[in-house]
């Protein structure tokens, strides 16, 4: 590999889409495959996420002098359901993935989440490709385990390939209707134009070379220079999930995009209002599967270098905020860190009206995307917040007259089951009748019912 990759650290690749459009079983594909091979070690496994390296990418593209072309160490791919992980995955105006990834079922073809990954992904300027899955499903398929795209299409029937290409020109078709144009991944020639779009069996690994491919060619052509980090530096991350785990308490899950992360090292962590500041207490991977006879799933580890996904044991983190920034510091940089961290937060709970709904969500990120676009929509907002739904939201929301504005829009929560008691007794002490709640895992679903609700007012 050339010398210049020193200081490049590895792209953090987004993988998102509809429920079931075959996100994991690609990432089990490529993690797969490569066990086959022998190469099992050389994949890492981590918190959250798969590291795959350049090595075990060229191996995988079938050409060995690809090996010197690339300047990235390798590709870490996030998998978590629907697109949790990328608004999660948030940094100040921006997000933290370099890539995306979104996978569309060929035979589904788009779903409302599916049109949500595109819409985030256009907001962040994100460079992304598209891949139809499950190709292999196309009546009269005939698998060709693991082969490039066009080596495999080329072996099927005329009827076959005729079937395929309905179904894809399908996919591209709602591509241009969300604005974008796009093309097969082998016809596009400039990437920045045209959203190149790949046809894959997750199942079956067709296809999988070019998709490896061609996500180091746009790591190597666009991000160049936003890869570029200090090894030695504070550790910088993203919470990306805050989990109780048996024997641990509770624990966050943390994507590590900057520096280095050290055993002992004090860190600021993002909540609402003041930051917390705590000590690692311990650094923990996730074991290989040839250790599962220890006790623990987790193995300690000292230190951690970006790009990883880590888990963090320590005291006082019990309401971190998940898309909240972690951030190592010295004693002589403690301050301006925890100004740093409460600044991002305190970033995204302002804009809100003196009148309006109320909206909460999951994580900071998604709460981000719910407001700006209800902005959009010209809705007007009074408090936005990040939780599940409490009894104290239902009272607020009951004190409010305009029924337009006494509900509670809810993006990927739960209502507490004493804030449902409320609600349920609404019929009968008719207290909280004015309360309504819109609860969906789609952000546009939201929209939509909360806009049907407000014309029904209006009648
Ligand atoms: P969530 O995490 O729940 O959002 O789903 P996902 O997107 O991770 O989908 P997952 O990989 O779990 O796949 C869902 C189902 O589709 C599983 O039963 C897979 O075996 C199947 N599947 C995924 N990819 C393919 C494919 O390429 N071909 C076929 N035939 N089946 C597939
Ligand atoms: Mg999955």
Known sequence: MAEENQNLRTPIVCVMGHVDHGKTTLLDQIRGTAIVKGEAGAITQHIGATEVPIDVIVEKCGDKRLADKFIVPGLLFIDTPGHHAFTTLRSRGGSLADLAVVVVDINEGFKPQTIESLNILKRFKTPFIVVTNKIDRILGWKVHEGESFLSTYNKQTPEVQGLFEQKFYDVIGHLYEQGFSADR???????????????????????????????????????????????????????????????????????????????????????????????????????????????????????????????????????????????????????????????????????????????????????????????????????????????????????????????????????????????????????????????????????????????????
């Open 185 to 459: 991944f082998d016809r596009v020639t400039d990437f920045q134009k045209t959203l190149g779009v790949i046809p894959i069996s997750g199942l079956t690994g067709e296809g999988i070379p070019d998709v490896l491919m061609i996500l180091l060619g746009l790591a190597q052509r666009f991000l160049e220079s936003s890869l570029q980090y200090d090894i030695n530096g504070p550790g910088v991350g993203t919470v990306l999930e805050v989990k109780d785990e048996k024997g641990l308490g509770t624990t966050i899950d943390v994507i590590l995009y900057d520096g280095t992360l050290k055993k002992g090292d004090t860190v600021v962590i993002g909540r609402l209002g003041e930051p917390i500041v705590t000590k690692v207490r311990a650094l923990l991977k996730p074991r290989e599967l040839s250790e599962i006879r220890y006790e623990s799933k987790f193995q300690p580890i000292q230190e951690v270098a970006a790009a990883a996904g880590v888990k963090i044991s320590a005291p006082d983190i019990d309401d971190a905020l998940a898309g909240a920034p972690i951030i190592s510091a010295t004693p002589e940089t403690l301050d301006a860190v925890i100004e740093k961290v409460k600044s991002e937060i305190d970033d995204v709970q302002i804009q809100t009206d003196t009148d309006g709904v109320m909206i909460k969500a999951d994580t900071i990120g998604s709460l981000e995307a719910m407001v700006h676009e209800f902005k959009k929509a010209n809705i007007q907002i009074q408090k936005a917040e990040v939780g599940d739904i409490t009894k104290r939201d239902i009272m607020e929301a009951s004190t409010i007259n305009d029924p337009k504005h006494s509900v509670i829009l809810a993006f990927n929560i739960k209502v507490n089951p004493d804030a449902q008691e409320m609600l349920d007794e609404t019929l009968d002490l008719r207290m909280f009748r004015n309360v309504r709640v819109f609860k969906n895992d789609v952000i546009y679903r939201i929209l939509d019912e909360y806009q049907d609700f407000v014309k029904e007012q209006e009648e």
